[in-house]
């Protein structure tokens, strides 16, 4: 069990740029998570996938973030046209859905962006 | 909506010396409640996990956390911290009826002095 990876681990970016981030989650791990955490702030919940279906989406996601997991084990996150409000750490979770009540989300070491 | 609350941003404590880090959450409805840690350089692990049950809960490093619904808070323990407990330490509620996403407090840091 490797752990839940992502790629880069760092971003310097300048604002009008795009940008996009890779996860790879826990091997056979069905869901998979992604949260945004600012300085000095906890992380926060952004979206997540059952497989490759999207399920939910927050508000905090705007129309120029997209996620995706087409083939339901690695998702990327794009933010396009990115504005410094954007700079974050960016976090992906996996977890294995079962029937139990809750399952435990396994997070990775996140992806630091920084826009100029 | 859901919230937490870690009134604490720094709690600096020396080695071998108990601590307290205080997690309270609103909701009017049964949660599910976490404490999660942030070693630098690291990503977020899970440390321990309220359900249901007795309301008390270990973690397997000495940790130890006691839900108290009457005041709503999930505080977290431990009797004797040792220097590599020095992290961030994050409190997270779920509700039972939508457990697929968390909700994060702002985290405490925990400093252990020698």
């Known amino acids: 069990d490797t752990g839940v990876s992502q790629d880069p681990r760092h971003k310097i970016t300048k604002r009008g740029q795009n940008v996009t981030f890779r996860c790879d989650p826990i091997s056979e791990h069905n869901r998979l998570y992604w949260y945004r955490q600012t300085l000095g702030q906890g992380p926060e919940f952004l979206t997540y996938f059952q497989n490759e279906a999207q399920l939910e989406k927050s508000r905090l996601l705007s129309d120029r973030f997209s996620a995706e997991r087409p083939k339901g084990s690695f998702s990327t996150l794009e933010i396009q046209r990115t504005e410094q409000g954007d700079s974050a750490m960016y976090l992906c979770a996996s977890s294995l859905k079962r029937d139990s009540p809750t399952d435990t989300q396994y997070f990775g070491p996140g992806t630091r962006l920084t826009v100029l | ?114």
């Not at chain 2, 009017?28 to 630098?40: A, D, G, H, I, R």
């Not at chain 2, 619904?69 to 009797?79: A, E, G, I, V």
């Open chain 2, 1 to 114: 909506a859901q919230s937490v609350t870690q009134l604490d941003s720094q709690v600096p404590v020396f080695e071998e010396a108990p601590v307290e880090l205080r997690c309270n959450y609103s909701s009017s409805v049964s949660v599910y409640l976490f404490w999660y840690v942030q070693y630098p350089n690291q990503g977020l692990q899970l440390l321990l996990k309220y359900l249901s049950g007795s309301t008390l809960v270990e973690s397997i490093n000495g940790f130890e956390a006691e839900f108290n619904k009457s005041q709503t808070s999930f505080h977290l323990r431990k009797p004797s911290v040792h220097i590599s407990d020095t992290a961030e330490y994050f409190c997270a509620v779920s509700d039972p009826g939508n457990t697929d996403k968390l909700i994060f407090g702002t985290g405490t840091r925990l400093q252990v002095f020698p």
